[in-house]
């Protein structure tokens, strides 16, 4: 395998950006930047093996410096929501910025992991290959206590398997739930919706949402709802349930944290498949949730090749803790890490395709 690199623009902050492009023999590629530790592309083939960029993203690092729907964002210092940013641990109340319509708490605040340039160390192997993005997240970084220091490892291989490790050590009880941003498109990033995916995820109950999309605190059984994904589903056909399911109605769809039957081991968590194409995405993680996401209100202008990815364009599979888990101690895991402790987990997205008779 291999590691091509290129300049990638200038960083808001004036650093030089670099853009890195694993590629395996088959051709098919994964690329990451060192500003936000952020993934750019995912290039694999489809059934007849035509190769689309199934990653909705960017072709200049300008549009990366700005707005941009996290689109394939490392996401910290704690990913999801935190209800009114606040939380207290060990006796100590905090506030974190209230960036999310200025009530609560989102994906890390104002200027979340994605908004710092990241240490890069390039490993190449004979069947995969590594970038490892490393930054020290200092003590009151968006008013979250301690130095955090974090390591992010993206590795391609030959199977067209994406591997994400995330490690973090701190000096202080603080939280952590790092998690990735990217948003998928089976069809390639220009596809058009993913109303016609067919997505499963092994849970059986989500955590519900109040009108600002916090947890209330308990569990809802996902039988008999739109947000029934056990035994595969078609995307367009629970946007067309929505308002049969007054969970989907805040969101405009899909943005909901399910909690995986398989605990905090690792195992299958979700599965998409895009008949069109062929291709399909298999979501493997040891965190005890997902948050499926699909681009309810996403309208950005000047996508990679000038398209516009409107509503519905892309989803989102986050794998994760659960949102405002420090407010929640009933939830299953914690993302409360302390000295002496590791924050160390993995998520692998398996790309996969139907090949022509």
Not at 79 to 86: P, T, V
Not at 124 to 131: A, I, Q, T, Y
Request: net charge negative; hydrophobic share 30%; aromatic share 8%.
């Amino acid at each position: 395998m291999a590691i091509s690199t290129r300049p990638f623009g200038t960083a808001p902050d004036g650093s030089a950006v670099t853009l890195y492009t694993m590629t395996n023999r088959s051709g098919s590629s994964v690329s990451v930047i060192d500003y936000g530790a952020i993934l750019t592309s995912i290039i694999v083939p489809g059934r007849d093996g035509t190769m689309a960029d199934v990653a909705l993203g960017f072709d200049s690092m300008e549009k990366y410096g700005g707005k941009h729907g996290s689109m394939g964002d490392t996401v910290g210092r704690c990913g999801n929501r935190i209800g009114k940013g606040r939380f207290t641990l060990d006796g100590v109340s905090y506030q974190l910025a209230l960036n999310d319509h200025g009530k609560n708490h989102l994906h890390g605040g104002f200027a979340g992991f994605a908004s710092f340039m990241w240490s890069a160390e390039t490993i190449e192997g004979e069947h995969r290959d590594s970038v490892r993005f490393h930054r020290l997240s200092p003590d009151g970084e968006e008013n979250y206590p301690g130095n955090l220091d974090v390591t992010v490892t993206y590795t391609w291989d030959e199977d067209d398997n994406l591997i994400i490790r995330y490690e973090a050590v701190t000096d202080k009880p603080t939280l952590c739930n790092l998690t990735n941003h990217t948003y998928f498109n089976l069809g390639g990033h220009d596809h058009g919706t993913v109303r016609d995916h067919e997505v499963f995820i092994a849970a059986d109950v989500i955590t519900p949402v109040d009108d600002e999309l916090i947890p209330l605190g308990s569990y809802l059984p996902v039988a008999g709802t739109p947000l029934d994904f056990r035994d595969g589903a078609l995307i367009g056909e629970g946007l067309d349930a929505m308002e049969l399911c007054s969970q989907m109605i805040p969101a405009h769809g899909y943005d909901h944290n399910f909690v995986l039957n398989k605990g905090a081991v690792m195992g299958i968590a979700a599965c998409v498949y895009h008949e069109e194409s062929g291709r399909s995405m298999e979501v493997l993680t040891d965190q005890p949730a997902v948050q499926l996401y699909t681009a309810c209100t996403t309208d950005l202008e000047g996508g990679k090749g000038g398209v516009h990815y409107g509503n519905y364009s892309g989803f989102c599979l986050e794998t994760q803790h659960c949102p405002d888990d420090p407010n929640n101690p009933q939830f299953p895991g914690t993302t409360v890490l302390r000295p002496g402790e590791k924050y160390d987990t993995t998520t692998i997205y398996a790309f996969r395709c139907e090949k022509d008779d």
